[in-house]
């Protein structure tokens, strides 16, 4: 997430990191062999779908094979909590992840 707000322009600051993300896996040894998972969260609000995860995921080489809950008690218990991105300025509390969705990405066509 690049932070800023939810306009037009941040979102597509934020597809284009994601393409950049996953282009840049594509670079990775590790990532072109075996079975490895990669996992991205998201919350669930218009904002984050808009993104259309997915959709970017397939169009660098990945597909989504597996979403579910993002496991908050998991992450919790070795001290994952929430913040924002802009920094303290905000004087915001962080919005919560209880409902965010874990998605799961494999490499199409694993060599």
Not at 55 to 78: D, H, K, M, R, V
Request: glycine content about 6%.
């Amino acid at each position: 997430h690049v932070g800023g707000g939810s306009m037009e322009e941040d979102k597509d600051r934020n597809v284009q990191l994601l393409k950049d993300f996953f282009n840049s896996l594509l670079k990775c040894k590790v990532i072109l062999t075996g079975k490895t998972e990669i996992h991205v969260t998201l919350r669930n609000t218009i904002f984050y779908k808009s993104w259309n995860l997915c959709q970017i995921a397939l169009e660098n080489g990945f597909s989504c094979t597996n979403t579910q809950a993002f496991p908050l008690n998991t992450f919790s218990e070795f001290g994952y909590i929430p913040i924002r991105t802009k920094g303290a300025t905000q004087k915001r509390t962080a919005p919560s992840s209880r409902d965010s969705t874990l998605y799961v990405f494999h490499r199409i066509n694993n060599p």
